[in-house]
């Protein structure tokens, strides 16, 4: 192997998605010498935009699609030119009462039009209120949690102090999410909307006691202090692409189709990284590396021995139509029902028994799902043929389906009729006659599983957020999922920020930090003031 000796970096970055590129700015904008190795031919991971479909110019989020958790302190500190657009459609959940297809509305736009469908859906105001007082509650505490996600790693009580509501603090910190939702609402279809955000990436029940659904659904409510999940405005390669210019901006080195292979040092002096590209391997020297890989990977690249492998549990399917299906509902003008979260089989009882069968080992029965529609958002990810069209794009993201589902090669094909399936059951008329052809004359539907989540991005297992998502405060428990690392680096600016490893000069910023998870850049950014700290101090 070739070493480059004269090569030297204050700053390595592992892996050249969206944390990446926002530790890449920050410390090439605070004048140190920086580079990211990307194994892939582009940036950008998870957060990329494709055209999935030869012959359609179409330009899909082709992973991941909405933001809700990128701080407006990152963009703005870092200068992005970057529009993230508001939905004025929450969500639709389609129904069936008293033998009548009927629906659940929820309008951001308009809290008389949202009551009056629940009153229709349910029969009086009572869930209404309830609805009103439980998100008037998860609001409070999401604009007190939301600030400290870029501040230094807060302990539990510190935390706890901060919300100052001690009833919150127990339904969301300390109890199942199944017993507050039960004791909150009484319809089922509404327990299961306000489920769904607890099972995101998390293959999890209401009543799971490691709280496993507690964490997930927080991540989801607190994004910004508001909980909007946000279109990006040209999708998500959008975002990254921003990211990417403020980095090259800034003076970061950015190297696609660099795989990093290996970790080496004590952690006392400059840590080696070894990478092969095309032409070959070499080795460059860093004061810090910063791995915006998952953990288990990390522990691989180091040679340790890994956490329990992680098991992602969704199915990601995307779709080009000629035309937005009708639907059962006479009252739903398709147009407000996909503009939000559409909701698929997702009653409360529904997605336990989903989760009850997939944990058994078999595909859901009903598989749950919830879909949007990003066209209707933003038009601009369509070419102009594709508008003159009428075109608009579906992405359907499937819950339950964990990785052991995808052992048998047909599963994916079963996984992906269920799912379509079910949708169908609310439609007036089959979704494969709205779906638009590619210049193949093939159906625009591509899915993922998770096993080609792991081969196509590296994520172990198909997990979306690298591993069970962490409560955002400091536990001193090293891998159990909370803080893990913080025990090894106790006292150390890395510690503080809740990115520490078993090495002091190697740090996570990637989704499997304690505030990890989603599209948000907030491991990348926490990572960065560690290393700042670190670089500035010649002792370190």
Known sequence: MATNASSRYDAVIVGGGHNGLVAAAYLARGGYRVLVLERLARTGGA????????????????????VSLLPAKVV??????LELRRRRISSYTPAVRDG???????????????????????????????WREFYGTTGRV?????????????????????IGDEAAWTALFERPLGETVERTFADDLVRGV???????????????????????????????????????????????????GAALAAGAEIRTGHEVTAIAGDGRGDAEVSYRHADGEATVAARRVLVNAAPATLARLLGTAPEPAPEGAQLKVNMVLRRLPRLRDPAADPRDAFAGTFHIAEGYRQLETAYAEAAAGRMPSAPPSEIYCHTLTDPSILGPEAVRQGLQTLTLFGLHMPARLF??????????????????????????????????????????????LERELGLPGGHIFHRDLAFPFATGEPGAGEGAGEAAGEGTAAARWGVATARPDVLLCGAGAVRGGGVSGIPGHNAAQAALEDLANPAR
């Open 47 to 66: 957060a990329v935009s494709a055209a999935a479909f030869p012959g359609v110019d179409a330009r899909l989020s082709r992973y991941s699609y909405l």
């Open 76 to 81: 703005r500190e870092l200068g992005l030119r």
């Open 100 to 130: 009548k297809p009927t629906g659940l509305l929820v309008d951001a736009g308009d809290p008389g039009r949202t009551r009056e469908s629940f009153r229709a859906l349910t029969g009086s105001d009572r869930e209404w209120r309830a």
């Open 142 to 162: 999401a604009e007190r949690v939301f600030p400290t996600l870029t501040e230094p790693l807060p302990s539990r009580d510190e935390l706890r102090r901060r």
């Open 194 to 244: 306000v489920l769904t955000d607890a099972l995101i990436g998390t293959f999890t029940h209401a009543h799971d006691p490691a709280l496993r659904q507690n964490r997930c659904f927080l991540y989801h409510v607190i994004g910004n202090g508001t909980g909007d999940w946000d279109v990006p405005v040209g999708g998500m390669g959008a975002v990254t692409d921003a990211l990417a």
């Open 407 to 452: 052992g048998d090669p047909a599963a994916k094909e079963r996984a992906l009729a269920a799912s379509l399936a079910q949708l169908d059951a609310v439609l007036a008329e089959p979704i494969a006659d709205c779906l638009a052809v590619d210049a193949d004359g093939r159906p625009c539907v591509e899915a993922r599983t998770p096993p080609e």
